[in-house]
């Protein structure tokens, strides 16, 4: 007779959990996964897949713009937001059902409720309380609204996925992914779109020429974009609402998104109960094995808030299960991680931005590689959108430890560069490649010269 109900009771049945519930119970392991919300997270339910869903939408008004330039006559365009969103909300079904079945097929047990832990090895579940050899916690994050006058006005992403009916006006808040991505859809899908931005340019933390490119390009494309600019106070009036800016200037709208970061899920789950130990930001605290400090407790993805990916998560579950039940370690590799913007256009990175490899290596130990110009379909499209890419390359070793895209399809492109580039592979690897002809990517191969440096 086993000690315990489980021999791993997984919290959470988003990317991380589900990944390391299903691998886990595919050995053999004894897996329960609890889930109060939704299967599959926020990346299925509220995040990346719809994310991109609504990005492809939203990316139609300008193909029907280009297609004009190659002799197409598109007629009378009309968007209904409502098919839009139950054509998501199908497919969104359709996967809840699929990581069900992957558990269930896998020998998890899946529990659809609140779980909270009672000690380490106990678990309140669905009213029942059950006990497990180990505990894994993947509760994920949650959106983040600062406390100000009016804030409850403002809607999150969250609640965006599933609007009745599309604002004509829209301001959306923050600098980061989200309202980036968000203000884009918008956008596309012809509301008027302001983003308003507290810094003075949004995407802190990539590059610059790539944050400063896309800015520009984000303004053609129609969006009021501001900086330096905060909402002090949201008042409704009537059907709308009336911001109050930090500057004094006043804004009415019909919809206020906030995008202003995610807080770990970690309230509420019974954890400081059993001690566990949780950083300021209320993220758990791991070890490099995923370990927090109460030994039969783990915990992955954003709620340890370190790399928030949905790929990250997935490595990370996969990494623990092969620690706890297989024979050697497959560790995660936190270097060398692409991500990308599904912004219009897109923007895409992996490695080291411009300023992290100058102070890194110094500033005489890098190399500066750029080409910004018009994609071949823009030659006959009219449209005004321009590219830009950007490597980094260290001097002594000749490696490319940075890549950088503002472009249609950028993730497409820096997912394969990213293997090059934990690879190793230097500059004169890139130079050897041959391109291939005539593609934005073969760029990539063809930047001979680097960008003179400011004392040169
Ligand atoms: P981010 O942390 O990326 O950005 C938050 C933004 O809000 C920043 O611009 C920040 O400004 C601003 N902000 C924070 N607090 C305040 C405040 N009190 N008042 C005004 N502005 C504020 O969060 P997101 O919500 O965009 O996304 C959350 C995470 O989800 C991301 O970090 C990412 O890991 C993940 N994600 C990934 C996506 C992808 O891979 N495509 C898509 C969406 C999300 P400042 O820079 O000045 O701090």
Not at 201 to 212: E, P, T, V
Not at 416 to 438: C, E, M, N, S, Y
Request: charged share 25%.
């Amino acid at each position: 007779m086993p000690a315990y109900d489980y021999d791993l009771f997984v919290i959470g049945g988003g990317s991380g959990g589900v990944r390391a519930g299903r691998m886990a119970a595919s050995l053999g392991v004894r897996v329960g996964v609890a889930e109060e919300r939704y299967l599959g997270g926020t990346c299925v339910n509220v995040g990346c897949v719809p994310k991109k869903l609504f990005s492809y939408a939203a990316h139609f008004a300008e193909d029907f713009e280009d297609a004009a330039g190659f002799g197409w006559t598109v007629g009378a365009r009309r968007f209904d937001w409502p098919t839009l969103v139950r054509n998501k909300n199908t497919e969104i079904e359709r996967l809840n059902g699929i990581y069900r079945r992957l558990l269930v097929n896998a020998g998890a047990e899946v529990i659809e409720a609140r779980a909270r832990l009672l000690d380490p090895h106990t678990v309140e579940v669905g009213g029942r309380t059950v006990t497990a050899e180990r505990i894994l916690v993947a509760t994920g994050g949650w959106p983040y609204v600062p406390d100000f006058p009016g804030s409850g006005h403002a809607i999150t992403s969250n609640e965006a996925f599933f609007l009745e009916r599309l604002p004509e006006r829209v301001v959306v808040v923050g600098g980061g992914y989200i309202a980036v991505e968000f203000a884009g859809i918008f956008n596309g899908l012809g509301c008027r779109t302001t983003q308003l931005y507290r810094g003075p340019l949004f995407l802190r933390g990539f590059d610059d020429d790539a944050r400063s490119f896309l800015a520009e390009e984000v303004r053609k494309k129609g969006v009021d974009l501001h900086f330096e600019r905060d909402v002090s106070a949201i008042e409704r009036r009537g059907d709308s609402f009336l911001l109050t800016l930090n500057e004094g200037s006043t804004l009415e709208c019909d919809l206020v998104m906030y995008a202003t970061g995610r807080k770990p899920l970690s309230a509420d789950l019974g954890l400081e109960a059993c001690g566990v130990e949780l950083n300021a930001a209320g993220a758990i605290v791991v070890d490099g094995n995923y370990r927090t400090n109460v030994p039969s407790i783990y915990a992955i993805g954003d709620v340890t808030d370190r790399v928030n990916l949905t790929p990250v998560a997935l490595a990370e579950g996969m990494a623990l299960v092969w620690h706890l039940y297989r024979d050697h370690e497959r560790p995660v590799d936190y270097e060398y991680i692409p991500s990308a913007v599904f912004s219009q256009p897109n923007l895409a990175t992996v490695g080291y931005t411009e300023a992290e490899a100058r102070a890194k290596f110094g500033d005489d130990a890098i190399e500066i590689y750029r080409s910004t110009f018009t994609p071949l379909k823009h030659t006959l499209s009219g449209s005004q959108e321009k590219t830009l890419m950007k490597l980094v390359v260290e001097r002594g070793s000749d490696r490319v430890v940075g890549a950088h895209m503002v472009g249609p399809d950028a993730g497409e492109t820096i997912q394969g560069l990213a293997v090059a580039l934990k690879a190793g592979a230097t500059k004169a690897l890139f130079d050897r490649t041959i391109g291939i002809h005539p593609t934005s990517a073969e760029e990539w191969v063809t930047m001979r010269e680097p960008v003179a440096r400011a004392d040169d």
